[in-house]
């Protein structure tokens, strides 16, 4: 098997795995319970909270553990928008955001809020004039994608934290689900006000995840009940899943410590090896991208057919966020791109791990080329 969709979702490393069958097994309690079980579970959870934090060089109590990506994303940008809608009903975001983002931004356009979508140039990237330009008294979030999860696009964080330095009532969200582990985001020197992590994209579990909230920042929660996770999220905490992703934050940091170069260099391998299949287009750019995405397009071709022939050739891929994969039409960030609805419909997504190696990278290229050129013989 060669597995080439990290980016939606990651094969758990063997000792999440195994953390989480000991945790299941025998830290079962529920950490709000008054008993010493409950309170062997709540020790954990605090251990998990304080090691996640270590590692993301920030304070325990600025950990929010959530259900993952779109949880985070969701509590983040509709807890600032309604938490401090006496203040502004202004919002800034793009229109290449995941659609964890994009669709809470629609929602809350139609409950009054006022929403700017930033423009983004031909490579997905943002200007930092045109931040500047669309801050108003009343804005009180911008929301950005740090890897663009189709793409790999990386936008400029840390200007965009600079200018929003100048303007220290704007909350800053970034969504860091497909950067974690793969690119460095140090959270506190780029002035980001809450952050999104998902386990999954980076060998944990499903249904895990943490959102940074800066100490200070105050949100209207989405859940209400109890008084777990500081009063922002109710709801009795997934300690195996917390304890897990712990682990899996941990092991993922030092492979991107040990393994970046691998990244960048099966990266380089397959753009180059794209370039020489004919009726190929590249749709990530090569510079300002993360090192383990690569988005192109094959023309007149359904990127449906070229995933199912490579499935039996056990390669796996896929068209685009695995949220929006099954949504069938074009891209909608490439639309955004202005890539045009041809190359926005026939696009495919290749991601990578620190397991892939360079000779399955070969034989990707090797298969790609022969099933691109039998089906263009059945389409004549």
Known sequence: MIYLDNSATTKPYKEVLDTFVTVSEKYFANPSSLHSKGGEAENLLGQARRSI???????????????????GNNMAIKGIAFQHQNRGKHLITTGVEHASSYESFQLLESQGFEVTYLPVDETGSVSIEDLKKSIRPETILVSMLHVNNETGTLQPIKE???????HPKVFFHVDNVQG??????PIKEYGVDLCTISAHKIHGLKGTGVLYVKNGVTLSPLFTGGEQEFRKRAGTENVAGIVSMAKALRIILQEMNAKKDH?????????????NIEDIEINTPEDGSAPHIINFSVKNVKPEVLIHALDEKDIYVSTRSACSSKQGGAS????????????????LRLSTSYDNTKEEIELVLQVLQKEITNLKKVMR
């Open 53 to 71: 934090a270590q590692l993301l060089h920030v304070t325990p109590s600025e950990i929010v553990f959530t259900s993952g990506g779109t949880e």
């Open 160 to 166: 965009m934290g600079e200018v929003l330095k100048e």
């Open 180 to 185: 974690m582990g793969k690119v460095h985001l």
């Open 263 to 275: 990244l960048i260099t099966i990266k380089k391998q397959l753009l180059n090896g794209l370039k």
């Open 332 to 347: 909608r960030i490439l639309l955004q791109m202005g890539l045009g609805e041809q190359r926005a419909s026939t696009a």
